[in-house]
């Protein structure tokens, strides 16, 4: 467990925080433009967000890294990609049809898309960072970046992840982060940054890799 600030707790979350971290992904992800993109109607979103946050969250603690805080007000799901992955994707394809019935097919090209433009690199994943909308700017999402940060720096691992929105985007440059190529997301959808948290070095950090998208068929 790690101390960030004399308020505030990092610790590993487990099965016993789902109800209320999976409530914090949700709401916190419910509003913005990839919000709207994939699902218009805001009630179906909220249906449909509980259980696709379920998912993640389970899929995270098995499969990845989640922290979260003392008093369950935010979290965060980490994968290391120490090497190339692989997914069944006929598995996720019935998974994602089960979770989001007829918005499906935006949840799988979304997850496509950024499945194409993931760097090769080995790193660390941010694939949620979540913050209860009650309690955002208070640091506690800085808190949560800034311990798994420290972890990441010791192995001499760099960090990547896609961000949503321009205040995110403005978030993970203040912590070290540069900014890649962008996904445009089709059929209308909006622009999503990728960002780079560089290894450390003797020089800085070490720069956003070069990365050649790859497809995968669903």
Do not use: C, K
């Not at 003392?70 to 019935?94: C, F, H, K, M, N």
């Not at 089960?98 to 949840?107: K, L």
């Not at 209308?188 to 940054?193: A, L, S, V």
């Amino acid at each position: 467990m790690t101390a960030t600030n004399t308020n505030l707790l990092v610790r590993p979350a487990t099965e016993a925080d789902a109800g209320p971290l999976i409530g914090v992904l949700a709401e916190a992800f419910h509003e913005g433009a990839v919000a709207d993109w994939l699902i218009p109607d805001p009630t179906d979103r909220r249906t449909v967000y509980y259980r696709y946050f379920t998912d993640a969250f389970h899929h995270g603690l098995t499969h990845g890294q989640v922290y979260t805080t003392g008093d369950q007000t935010a979290v965060a799901i980490w994968y290391p990609r120490l090497e190339r992955t692989s997914t069944d994707t006929r598995e996720r394809l019935e998974s994602l049809e089960a979770i989001a019935g007829v918005y499906a097919p935006r949840f799988v090209l979304l997850e496509e898309m950024f499945d194409a433009f993931h760097p090769d690199d080995p790193h660390h994943y941010l694939a949620y960072l979540a913050v209860d909308p009650a309690r955002q700017n208070r640091g506690i999402g800085a808190a949560l970046l800034a311990d798994q940060h420290r972890r990441l720096d010791d192995l001499g691992l760099p960090a990547y992840l896609e961000a949503t929105t321009m205040r995110n985007r403005r978030l993970y440059l203040r912590h070290g982060y540069t900014a890649g190529p962008t996904i445009v997301l089709p059929t209308g959808g909006p622009i999503i940054w990728r960002m780079w948290r560089g290894a450390p070095t003797s020089s800085g950090r070490t720069p956003f890799p070069r990365s050649t998208p790859r497809r995968r068929a669903l």
